[in-house]
T-cell receptor, first 113, second 116 residues
Framework: GNSVTQMEGPVTLSEEAFLTINCTYTATGYPSLFWYVQYPGEGLQLLLKATKADDKGSNKGFEATYRKETTSFHLEKGSVQVSDSAVYFC????????????WGAGTKLIIKP | GAGVSQSPSNKVTEKGKDVELRCDPISGHTALYWYRQSLGQGLEFLIY????????KSGLPSDRFSAERTGGSVSTLTIQRTQQEDSAVYLC??????????????FGPGTRLTVL
């Protein structure tokens, strides 16, 4: 069945550091891929998405490229800020899951000033 | 409102009591989802409504959990005879309901349930 695997957290970085949060997936079809973010005390927000291979989703300085050959959708940001501290969830949707989201476990990101 | 709303934002109850959690989806969204997020854990799917179709209840953890969606809009998640392990944040999401992998779910702020 479909699944999403994220790197375990917490990930702790200093402000202005480069961020990568790894996400790999298993799917038999052609999924869409999503990153959601949950800031402390807030609900989940869609951060970015990509719906086909080689697409790049981007938002708020974050980027992720849909790599079918490596079944990956790694989240990157060139220079993180303290305000980026949050939990990040990778997810996929495709026909096999009846288009419901299959979620990774989440990665907690801590940015120190 | 523009987004998904949930009420109450916090609920503290005693073990054995029943609770009702409410979700108001984005206007025009035909699909509605309930998830549970336990402390430090990922999201656990509970139930999914799509239009007038029978709901997908495959994620409900026990028969103490039920949900309904009236008029294709507001949904209520009911937990009967609450147990301490039911303590979690209950999240609701809605989407346009396009039968497509591009359909995007939008989340409410959640209801934090604490069972004493």
């Amino acid at each position: 069945g479909n699944s999403v695997t994220q790197m375990e957290g917490p990930v702790t970085l200093s402000e202005e550091a480069f961020l990568t949060i790894n996400c790999t997936y298993t799917a038999t079809g052609y999924p869409s891929l999503f990153w959601y973010v949950q800031y402390p005390g807030e609900g989940l927000q869609l951060l970015l998405k990509a719906t086909k291979a080689d697409d790049k989703g981007s938002n708020k300085g974050f980027e992720a490229t849909y790599r079918k050959e490596t079944t990956s959708f790694h989240l990157e940001k060139g220079s993180v800020q303290v305000s980026d501290s949050a939990v990040y969830f990778c997810a996929l949707s495709d026909l096999d899951s009846n288009y419901q989201l299959i979620w990774g476990a989440g990665t907690k990101l801590i940015i120190k000033p | 409102g523009a987004g998904v709303s949930q009420s109450p934002s916090n609920k503290v109850t005693e073990k054995g009591k029943d609770v009702e959690l409410r979700c108001d989806p984005i206007s025009g969204h035909t699909a509605l989802y309930w998830y549970r997020q336990s402390l430090g854990q990922g999201l656990e799917f509970l139930i999914y409504f799509q239009g007038n179709s029978a709901p997908d209840k495959s994620g409900l953890p026990s028969d103490r959990f039920s949900a309904e969606r009236t008029g294709g809009s507001v949904s209520t998640l009911t937990i009967q005879r609450t147990q301490q392990e039911d303590s979690a944040v209950y999240l609701c999401a809605s989407s346009l309901g396009q039968v497509s992998s591009t359909d995007t779910q939008y989340f409410g702020p959640g209801t934090r349930l604490t069972v004493l």
